[in-house]
């Protein structure tokens, strides 16, 4: 029975917004379905099955590729989505996250939905946008327009819509706030080249989107060079596929970053183009296509863009190509009135180490030109939309209620190989503290039911960073590294384990 204050009842309490909030996320993040067999082709539940995929007998994500009748539909405006082979299946949920080469693991998106649905006066604020990611990402902006327009009208009708709306300060209908991780931004992004579409919208919260691309799309679109070649054999058949999928162009690096012989100067820095993409043996259309892309949304401003970038990972800014191969580089390069920053003893250009990234999407791509409301975040590219921090702060942007970033010194990243033949150690390699009693390792069997944390490596001073190891048998791990004091959320990242040959 609620407390008197003077004879009257204490008066309500309300914590929670009235607005739609969209959650868009990020390629690999929704699961896939084929039409016909019912069959899920993307986002098991079970660790083992990822294992399965990608081992030499496995199929991997041979039923994800696009057929030349399906591109041929895509170029020409037939393809419909309603009749596609392949269909969404709503977003990533449950314990075990996604898993591909080179990009890695992407963590459910569980925690942050049921945080936001929370945070909204009544589940029917909150629309989970699952989409084929496969696609040009242009199209899934047409889709995402279309589902934020009818539910919003669905929305505005609801008798809680209009509790919040009575509640509200403004009194104003419901607006829409998008919260959007990685390609999922670039999808939020094409909303403003559709007429109308950001009208309602009164902010985008991003986390980790390559806003500028991401050397690591280049290297899905190649073998790679790392030994053995058991270990290349996955990045193989991610490359088959990749190949045909126009929304792994859109994420090809778009800043300067490839760095190429010059007859004049002895080295240069440029852009990517189409003709480099040919180069490594992918399509010089879908390049095309993805460019002209870029270009038609490049310069869309966002309704308040708050911007979460992944910081102090080993990521790749910069690459070489050399006989076909990516070769990234953890370092970038800045630029002047006269072309790269050189050094005035050598004449070639300077290297940049700042920053670095979240592992997968560098901090400068991920920061969009103009826009200055950005939270760093030391996390892995696909654990942003999981960790506590991230999903604390965007609640307090969602209910308008903004935090300020946490300030002092403790920031770690960490770097593991995305695939492991069994009975090679698996290295956990910790940058940003060097004092091994600091910190702790700790990795998970994800094809363990009981779900509970397994050993814990002990690291040790190996150069400039600190070096744990363990070997472990085939199967599926989460890989994490934290601060023993401090309180920050651990750094995880999702590693392979393959049967030896």
């Known amino acids: 029975m609620p407390s008197m204050m003077g004879g009257l009842p204490e008066p309500m309490t309300y914590g929670a917004t009235h607005d739609l909030i969209v959650v868009v996320p990020g390629i690999m993040g929704s699961a896939l379905k084929d039409r016909d067999s019912g069959r899920l082709v993307w986002g098991f539940a079970e660790a083992k099955w990822w294992v399965d995929a990608w081992n030499p007998m496995g199929q991997g994500l041979t039923p994800l590729a696009l057929t030349d009748a399906e591109l041929e539909a895509l170029h020409g405006g037939g393809y419909e989505p309603s009749t596609a082979r392949i269909k969404p299946a709503g977003l990533l949920h449950g314990p075990i996250p996604a898993f591909a080469p080179i990009l890695g693991g992407i963590e459910p998106y569980t925690r942050l939905v049921k945080e936001l649905k929370k945070a909204v006066i009544h589940e029917a604020a909150a629309l989970e946008f699952a989409y084929d990611w496969r696609l040009p990402t242009a199209f899934n902006s047409q889709l995402l327009d279309v589902a934020i327009r009818c539910r919003l009208k669905e929305w505005r009708k609801h008798e809680k819509h209009a509790e919040g709306r009575r509640l509200h300060p403004e009194q104003r209908d419901a607006q829409v706030v998008i919260v959007a991780h990685s390609m999922g931004g670039l999808v939020a992004q094409g909303l403003g080249t559709i007429t109308g579409a950001l009208d309602n919208v009164r902010q985008v919260i991003t986390l980790g989107t390559p806003f500028y691309g991401a050397v690591a799309a280049l290297s899905m679109l190649e073998t790679g060079e790392a030994p053995p070649v058991s270990t290349i054999l996955p990045r193989t058949r991610l490359r088959d596929v990749a190949r045909t999928m126009p929304g792994v162009y859109d994420l090809l690096p778009r800043l300067r970053?490839?760095?190429?012989?010059?007859?004049?100067?002895?080295?240069?820095?440029i852009a990517v183009t189409p003709g480099h993409v040919a180069a490594i043996g992918a399509s010089r259309d879908l390049a095309q296509a993805a460019a002209d892309r870029f270009q038609a949304r490049k310069d869309v401003r966002l309704p308040q863009l708050q911007a979460h970038v992944g910081t102090h990972q080993p990521t790749a800014q910069s690459a070489r190509i050399e006989h076909g191969h990516v070769i990234g580089q953890p370092h970038y390069y800045k630029f002047g009135a006269d072309g790269v920053i050189r050094d005035d003893r050598i004449g070639q250009p300077v290297r940049f180490t700042d920053g670095e990234g979240?592992?997968?999407?560098p901090w400068r791509s991920a920061r969009p030109l103009e826009h200055d409301r950005i939270?760093?975040?030391?996390?892995?590219?696909?654990?942003?939309?999981?960790s506590g921090e991230s999903i604390k702060a965007i609640v307090s942007h969602v209910k308008d209620e903004p935090v300020g970033d946490r300030l002092g010194r403790g920031d770690?990243?960490?770097?593991?190989?995305?695939?492991?033949?069994?009975?090679?150690?698996?290295?956990?390699?910790?940058?940003?503290?060097?004092?091994?009693?600091?910190?702790?390792?700790?990795?998970?069997?994800?094809?363990?039911?009981?779900?509970r944390a397994g050993r814990q490596p002990k690291a040790s001073r190996r150069g400039e960073d600190l070096v744990a190891e363990a070997f472990l048998g085939p199967g599926l791990y989460r890989v994490a590294a934290k601060l023993k004091a401090g309180g920050r959320d651990a750094v995880s990242q999702v590693v392979l384990v393959m049967e030896s040959e």
């Open 257 to 269: 970053c490839l760095l190429v012989p010059s007859d004049e100067v002895g080295e240069d820095v």
């Open 358 to 361: 979240d592992g997968t999407v």
């Open 375 to 386: 939270s760093y975040r030391p996390q892995q590219h696909g654990a942003l939309a999981s």
């Open 412 to 451: 770690i990243g960490i770097e593991v190989p995305d695939v492991v033949l069994a009975g090679q150690p698996v290295e956990i390699r910790v940058t940003g503290e060097a004092d091994p009693a600091r910190v702790t390792c700790q990795i998970t069997d994800l094809g363990d039911p009981t779900g």
